[in-house]
C-alpha cells in the first residue's frame, strides 16, 4: 500500500482523528499569519498531500484511495473544524472527477498517479468569467483549434489556486454560441499546463480578496495547448461541469459543517467564562437560545450532509440533497458566524481570537461556487416544478 492509500481501511472514527492529529500542526496562529500576509499554506497542503488526503477520491489503480465523498467529507469538516481552511486545496479533490469520468484512458495513467503522489497539482478550475457571471453558458474565452493545437483567447476571473497549481481544467468556447441549437452546447474542457502557459499566452493577475483565497485573474492572448489536452468530447464540456457539482456542493457543505463546529465550541466555551455582571454571559438567555437554536440548524445540515454524500456514494442522484446540504449548512455557518461574534463582542472583531477570520472566511460560501440564490433556483423550478425564473 502507497502513501496516497494507507488509510483506506480507517473507519471514519479512526479518519477523523488522524486528520485532528495532522491539523494540531497547523494551530490558528498558523492560519492567522498567512491570512495577514494573504499567502498559501503550502506547508499545510504539502502535509495533507503526504498524508493521501488529496486523493482520497482517485481510484486505487490510479494510485489514490480510492473512497468516495463520505471520506473526503470527513477529512474536509474536520479540517474546518480544526480552525483551518482546506479552501487552498479542497478543489482538486472534485476538479479530478472531471478527468476520471470523461478522460481518455492515457489522460487517467499519465495524470491520476501524479496527482495522486503529489508530484502535479490539479487544483485549478477555470470557468468564471468578468462578463458572464453565473450564466456560464454565455462565456466567451474562445479554443479555436488550427491543427493539433487549440488557441485560446479571453478572459477568466475568481480562478482560485492557479498560481499553486500545475494543472487548470478550462472551460471554453469552441462553437461560436451563435451557432450552437441550445444553450448548453460548445463549450469545450481542455487541460491548460500552467507550468508551460504562464508567460507564453498565459498571464495571471492576483486577486486581494476580504479573505485568504488566492484567487486570480486570468488573460489568454493566444495560448497554444496541444489538442490532445481536450478532456471528452468538444462541446459537452457544459455537461461535465453539471457532473461535478454534486460532489462540489457537497465538499463545501462538509467544510461548512466544519466550520459551524468550530464557531458552536467557541461561543459555547465563551459563554461559559466571560463573566459580566456578576455572572457568565451563557446564564443570559439572549446569548444562549441564538447559539441553541444554530446547535439544532446545525444538527439538520449535518444529517442532509450524510444523506447526499451517501447517495453520490451509492451512484444515486442527489442533485436536490446536494444542493439543499449546501444551503443549509452554509445558512448555519454563517448563522453561527453570527453568533459567535455577537457571543464575543468587541473580542469577536479581534484577530487574536480568530472569530473576525473565520467569519471572513465562511461568508464566501453564500456566493461561491454557487450562490444561494441559484440553489433556491433550481429547486423551485427543478425539485418544485415551479416556472424557470431567468
Ligand atoms: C473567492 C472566490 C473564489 C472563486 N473561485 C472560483 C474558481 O476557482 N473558479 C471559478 O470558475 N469561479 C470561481 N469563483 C466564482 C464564483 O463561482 C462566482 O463568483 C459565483 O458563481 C457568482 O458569480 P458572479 O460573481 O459572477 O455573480 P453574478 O452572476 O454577477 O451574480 C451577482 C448576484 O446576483 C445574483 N443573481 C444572478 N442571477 C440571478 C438570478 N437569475 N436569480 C437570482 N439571483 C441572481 C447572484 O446570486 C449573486 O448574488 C470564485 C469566487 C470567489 C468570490
Known amino acids: 500500500m502507497n502513501k496516497s492509500n494507507s488509510f483506506a481501511s480507517e473507519t471514519h472514527e479512526e479518519l477523523k482523528s488522524a486528520v485532528r492529529e495532522l491539523c494540531r500542526d497547523f494551530p490558528n496562529t498558523y492560519w492567522r499569519e498567512l491570512d495577514a500576509k494573504r499567502a498559501y499554506p503550502e506547508a499545510f497542503v504539502q502535509a495533507l498531500t503526504q498524508a493521501g488526503y488529496m486523493a482520497t477520491l482517485i481510484p486505487e489503480e490510479y494510485g489514490g484511495a480510492g473512497l ?40 487517467k ?16 478550475f477555470g470557468v468564471s468569467e468578468p462578463n458572464t457571471g453565473t450564466d456560464t453558458t454565455q462565456l466567451k474565452t474562445m479554443a479555436v483549434k488550427k491543427k493539433d493545437r487549440y ?9 482560485s489556486r492557479a498560481e499553486h497549481s500545475d494543472l487548470m481544467l478550462l472551460l471554453a468556447r469552441t462553437t461560436p454560441a ?27 493577475r492576483p486577486i486581494r480578496t476580504m479573505m485568504n483565497h488566492a484567487t486570480t485573474e486570468l488573460f489568454f492572448d493566444n495560448l497554444e495547448v496541444p489538442a490532445e489536452n481536450l478532456v471528452g468530447e468538444e462541446g459537452q464540456g457544459f455537461r461535465y461541469l453539471l457532473d461535478s457539482l454534486n460532489a462540489e456542493r457537497i465538499l463545501i457543505a462538509s467544510e461548512c459543517i466544519g466550520d459551524a463546529h468550530w464557531f458552536l465550541d467557541r461561543a459555547c466555551r465563551y459563554a461559559n467564562e466571560r463573566v459580566v455582571f456578576g455572572r457568565p454571559i451563557g446564564k443570559n438567555q439572549g446569548i444562549q437560545f441564538p447559539i441553541a437554536r444554530a446547535y439544532a440548524n446545525l444538527e439538520a445540515a449535518r444529517l442532509l450532509v450524510a444523506r447526499a454524500s ?16 449546501k444551503l443549509l449548512s452554509a445558512d448555519v455557518s454563517w448563522e453561527l458566524a453570527n453568533c459567535a461574534v455577537q457571543t464575543y463582542g468587541g473580542f469577536g472583531f479581534a484577530e487574536e481570537y480568530d472569530i473576525e477570520r473565520k467569519f471572513r472566511e465562511t461568508r464566501l460560501y453564500q456566493v461561491a461556487p454557487i450562490s444561494t440564490n441559484l440553489i433556491l433556483s433550481y429547486l423551485a423550478e427543478h425539485v418544485l416544478g415551479l416556472p424557470r425564473s431567468y
Open 178 to 204: 451563435d451557432q450552437v441549437k441550445k444553450r448548453t452546447e460548445g463549450l469545450s474542457t481542455i487541460l491548460v499546463d500552467l507550468r508551460q502557459a504562464v508567460g507564453h499566452g498565459l498571464k495571471i
Open 68 to 107: 468516495g465523498v463520505t471520506e473526503a467529507s470527513v477529512i474536509l469538516e474536520e479540517i474546518h473544524h480544526s480552525g483551518g481552511n482546506a479552501a487552498a486545496c479542497h478543489a482538486q479533490m472534485y476538479i479530478m472527477g472531471t478527468l476520471l469520468r470523461h478522460g481518455s484512458e492515457d489522460h
Open 109 to 124: 495513467r499519465h495524470y491520476l498517479p501524479k496527482i495522486a503522489d503529489g508530484s502535479l497539482r490539479l487544483q485549478a
Open 151 to 159: 488557441v485560446i483567447n479571453g478572459q477568466k476571473i475568481w480562478i
Open 310 to 325: 451517501s447517495l453520490f456514494d451509492g451512484g444515486k442522484p442527489c442533485g436536490p440533497e446536494a444542493n439543499v446540504a
